[in-house]
């Protein structure tokens, strides 16, 4: 009987990285219960900002009309205005602070 050696065609160093890549990369493809849960509380916030809940299951793409042009750009100017900076930052206000003696004399 003569002994037969059989070669492997990759080294056990391939097959041990190969290994470990494969291990780690399997829990990678497990889902947590918040990735279950992404995305309810935007519908939820959605639903329960929208006036016509039947909207929300047949939304109408065309555009809305009767409303006046130049009423509608004033009415976008006041709303974006409210989002512009104040002209004082209410952060860097100036204080004077007064502080006196422990007598009691202030000046």
């Known amino acids: 009987m003569t002994n037969m050696t059989v070669k492997s065609i990759f080294p056990r160093k391939t097959l041990w990285i ?12 497990q889902h947590s219960a918040l990735e279950d849960d992404f995305g309810k509380s935007v519908k939820q916030m959605q639903y329960v900002q929208t006036w016509n ?6 939304p109408q793409l ?3 009309y009767g409303m006046d042009g130049q009423a509608s750009e ?11 900076k104040p002209a004082t ?4 206000q100036e204080f004077n ?4 003696d ?3 004399g202030g000046n």
């Open 18 to 29: 190969a290994g470990i890549i494969v291990g780690l990369s399997s829990g990678c493809a």
């Open 53 to 58: 809940k039947a909207a929300i299951l047949d």
């Open 62 to 64: 065309e555009p809305v």
């Open 74 to 84: 004033n009415i976008l100017k006041d709303y974006r205005s409210t989002f512009s």
């Open 89 to 92: 930052d209410p952060i860097k």
């Open 97 to 100: 602070f007064k502080f006196s």
């Open 102 to 104: 422990i007598n009691g």
